[in-house]
């Protein structure tokens, strides 16, 4: 696979000699590099909003915060900054803390046919909704609980480029030289008195335990796709059991995450179809020793088929979620051969222990079955001339029987102030990762925010 990602970068370099023409993509395209008359070199805008999310189970009130951001884009000839930051105070899971948040922070050059980016970067790759097996690159705080599922993307530290090869192709490069993995709060979780979960095991902040990634992009009239490499340690890790404890009588586990790496060869498509449009995502995840460690999936094939249209006003999007592990082997439950035994009785708990942590990671990676099946779907429509958004995202998962609904009301009060009130629901059976994260996530949420 090393000489697999040679030759992608090395293509990727030589078609961007051939080509020419414009810029980076959404971020920079908001962002003017012509300092002409009538073009101001700085724009800022932000909010302060205050949001409550509760309900739950566990907690009454999950998370209460305000919080300020500043936004601020500023271009002078071909160079620009960009920069988010955020501050927040509040209670977060019966916690007080402040936080300043860079969102994003970079600095970059910009010319007709090369753009180049340095600091922390949010990359969303992939054309379907929610649900992008190729989207390696960035992590999400999946416990920050808010109207906007977006708040949950945090950034990396990056150098991205960009080549405009013509003007239907692009090219991305991202390089990142230290890992930054996802915040999973499974401490909150009740899993019994015998599992705790410790400090994560990360990396060291070394280059040789940086990221690589690249991307084709094609963009014609008729379909929009693109071919896609990763080279990294995954932001979505598991967990491996750092230490168990005897000194009770009976064992206590003492988890950790625990990071792997990871290959990734991916493709996604997007066709326009009269009033439908057909998207597709797919992704090859290659993966070495996951029978070694536990916190290690097997290689898989990820993929996702959606159709998105426009019916009586109402935006649908429905969409079928598949996995398929490529050397799936089944878990064997162990078996006490000689109960009288106490170092058989030792050996069988030492089993145990394995099978059951080994299992945890089978569902966090939905690797339960040789195959998975899922499926959503998305509902919005705007009334009230604008003023009002309604939505409802729906998910069900087939193999491991795990269901999410979340519906949520936006009332754009003023052109400076919106309202929003929602739920989220998740069920699932004992022991499934819904089943644990349903009495925290469960709830309802209000936000009110004012945006300058």
Avoid at 368 to 381: I, P, V
């Amino acid at each position: 696979m090393k000489r697999f990602a040679s030759i992608f970068f090395v293509a990727c370099l030589s078609v961007s000699h051939l080509f020419s023409q414009s810029l980076f993509e959404s971020a920079l395209d908001s962002v003017s590099t012509d300092n002409g008359e009538g073009t101001s070199p700085i724009s800022m805008n932000g909010y302060t909003r205050g949001s409550v999310f509760g309900g739950g189970k566990t907690y009454d009130l999950a998370t209460t915060f305000a919080e300020f951001a500043l936004q601020t884009n500023l271009t002078k000839g071909k160079t620009l900054l960009n920069s988010d930051i955020r501050f927040r105070t509040g209670v977060f899971f019966n916690q007080n803390e402040q936080h300043v948040q860079f969102k994003e922070l970079y600095a970059g050059y910009s010319d007709d046919i090369f753009s180049v980016m340095l600091g922390n970067q949010i990359v969303s790759w992939g054309r379907t909704d929610g649900f992008n097996p190729t989207n390696n690159i960035t992590p999400n705080d999946y416990f920050f609980l808010t109207a906007d599922p977006d708040d949950q993307k945090l950034s990396n530290f990056m150098l991205r480029s960009k080549i405009r090869a013509s003007q239907f192709i692009d090219i991305e490069l991202i390089g990142i030289p230290f890992y930054i993995p996802s915040n999973y709060r499974y401490d909150l979780f009740d899993m019994g008195p015998n599992v705790t979960f410790g400090p994560g095991v990360y990396p060291e902040k070394k280059l040789k335990n940086g990221a690589l990634a690249g991307r084709v992009n094609f963009d014609l009239p008729q379909i929009g796709w693109s071919l896609s490499y990763f080279n990294g340690y995954d932001p979505y890790h598991g967990f491996d059991v750092q230490d168990v404890d005897f000194s009770t009588g009976n064992p206590i586990l003492t988890n950790v995450a625990a990071a792997y790496r990871k290959q990734t060869i991916g493709a996604d498509f997007a066709i326009p179809i009269q009033n439908f449009i057909i998207r597709g995502e797919m992704a090859y995840n290659i993966t070495d020793n996951p029978d070694n460690k536990m916190y290690i999936p097997a290689s898989d094939f990820s993929y996702v088929g959606g159709l998105e249209t426009n019916l009586s006003g109402f935006t649908i999007i429905a969409q079928y979620i598949g996995k398929a592990v490529s050397d799936f082997k089944e878990l064997t439950v162990p078996v006490l051969a000689d109960p009288t035994n106490p170092m058989a009785q030792m050996e069988y708990a030492g089993q145990m222990i394995d099978y059951e942590n080994r299992l945890f990671n089978r569902k966090i990676f939905n690797q339960q079955e040789k195959t998975n099946h899922a499926a959503s779907l998305t509902l919005t429509k705007s009334f009230g001339y604008d003023a009002w958004n309604a939505e409802l995202t729906a998910f069900h998962n087939f193999t491991s029987k795990e269901s999410l609904i979340r519906p949520k009301l936006t009332w754009k009060i003023n052109d400076s102030l919106a309202t929003a009130i929602g739920g989220n629901y998740m069920k699932g059976e004992d022991k499934t990762m819904f089943g644990y994260a349903s009495k925290i996530m469960n709830g309802a949420f209000l936000e009110l925010k004012a945006t300058f």
